[in-house]
C-alpha cells in the first residue's frame, strides 16, 4: 500500500520536503496549510539572498545543507526558469577593529568550501561596489538572490504533478499518534497519515504541542524590518553588502541587499516581537506565552545592549540611515522609505541561548522542524533531502 505522508505548512521548507517524499520516496503526500497562498509567511517575507556558506561553524548542518542547498537550488531555479542571479556579496569593516573578526570569516568560508572568496583592501572594494566604504572587505562572488516565493509556488506545482495535494486554508488544530497512524485535524475534516512532518515556521510551538512534544526549546519570533531605497538611489548598490556579523548573534546585522525586481532594501533589524506572526509594532497577541518561556527573560538579560539598540533602530529612521551610511556615504534620509518586514522563528533554549543550527527531532511517526531559520530559504532543497532520509520507514 502506498504509504500516505503529511506536511505541516507550505513554506519553501515544507513544500520542499513534500516533493522530496513524494518524488524520490513516491509517498501519497498532503500539505496541510492554514493560509490561503503557499509561502505567505518567513518564506514571503525575507531578503531573498541565497547564502553561499559564509558564516556557519564547519561540520554544522548549517553549513553543510546551505552548500548543498546553493548547489541544488541553482540547478532547481535553471530547470524551471526562475530567477537566480549571482550578484556578488561584500562583507565590509568599516573600522580596523573589526579586521580579526574579518579575517576569521574568510577562514571560515574557505573551510565551509565557499567558492571565489577574496581579501580585498579598501581600494580593491571599490572595485566590486563603486560607492562603498570601508578598510577591507571579504568577497564571496557567487552569492545570489533568487525569488524563494517563486520556489515555493513551483514546488506545490511538483507536488501536484507527483500525485500530491497541497490543501491552503487548512489549519492544523489537532493531532493524534495511534496503532492505525496519525489523526489529523485541519480546517474541518480529519485525515490518517501513516507519517506527519510537521514545517509550521512561527506556528512550531502550537503544533508540537498539539502532538504531545512541548520540547525543551521555544520559538521566539523576530520582527525583521526594512527599508527601500528610492529609485534614483538604487545604482548605488550593485549587489549585496553586509556589515561584519557579530559572532554572538545569529542575525547579520542590518545589509543592503539588491532584490531580483531590481529593488534594494536596506535591513532587516531583530526587534523580539509580542505575537508569532507579529509583523506590526502593535501586535501582542502572544506576548504572554513567549514571555512565559525562561529562556526569553534569560535571553533578553544577555543580549540587553543589543535589544536596546534594535528596538531604537525600529523606532528611529535615523538609525537605519546611519547604519546604511556607514557603508554607502552618498545614501541619504529622503533615500530610505519604510517597507514590509518579516518574521523569523528562531528557537531558544530554556537557557536563553539561540538555537544556532538547523533542529529536526523524530517522535515515533511524527517529524519536528524545530529551528529552520536563515539560511533555510537558501538550503530547503537540502534540508528536505535530510529530512525525507529521517523519516522513518513504515512497518505496518
Ligand atoms: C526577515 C527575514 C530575512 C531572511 N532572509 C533570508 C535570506 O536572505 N536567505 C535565506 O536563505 N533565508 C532567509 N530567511 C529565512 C527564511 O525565510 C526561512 O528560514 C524559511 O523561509 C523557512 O521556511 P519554512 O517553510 O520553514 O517557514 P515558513 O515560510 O514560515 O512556512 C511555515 C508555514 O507553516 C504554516 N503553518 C503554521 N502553523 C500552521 C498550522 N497550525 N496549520 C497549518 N499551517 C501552519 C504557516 O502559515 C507557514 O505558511 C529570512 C527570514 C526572515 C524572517
Redesign the pocket.
Known sequence: MTEKIGV?????????VARELAGARGAEVTV????GR??????????????AGLYYPPGSLKARL?REGVAMLKDYCAEHALPYREVGKLVVASTRAERPRLAALAERARANGVPGIAELDALALREVEPHAVGVGAVHSPHTAIAD?PAV?RRLAVDVAELGGSVRLG????GIRQGASGVEVL?GRRRFVFDRLVV??????D??AR?AGQPGDVRIVP???E?YALGESARELVRGLIYPVPDPRYPFLGVHL?RHIDGEVLV??NAVLAGAYEGYRWRSFRNVGQILRWPGTLRMARHHWRTGVKEVYGSLAKAAFVRAARRYVPELTSADLHRTE?????QAVARDGSLVDDFAVDVHGDVVL?RN?????????LAIARHIAGIVPAPVR
Do not use: D, W
Not at 518586514?341 to 522563528?345: D, I, Q
Open positions: 505541516v505548512g507550505a513554506g519553501i521548507v515544507g513544500l520542499a496541510l496549510e492554514k493560509e503557499v509561502g505567505a509567511h518567513q518564506t514571503g517575507h525575507n531578503s531573498g539572498v541565497v547564502h546551505c524563494f515555493a487548512h489549519p492544523v488544530r485541519a514545517c509550521a515556521g512561527l506556528g512550531t502550537a503544533v498539539m523576530f520582527r525583521g526594512y541587499t535591513g532587516p518586514g518579516g518574521v523569523r522563528a522542524v529552520a531559520p536563515s539560511p533555510a530559504a537558501t538550503s530547503s
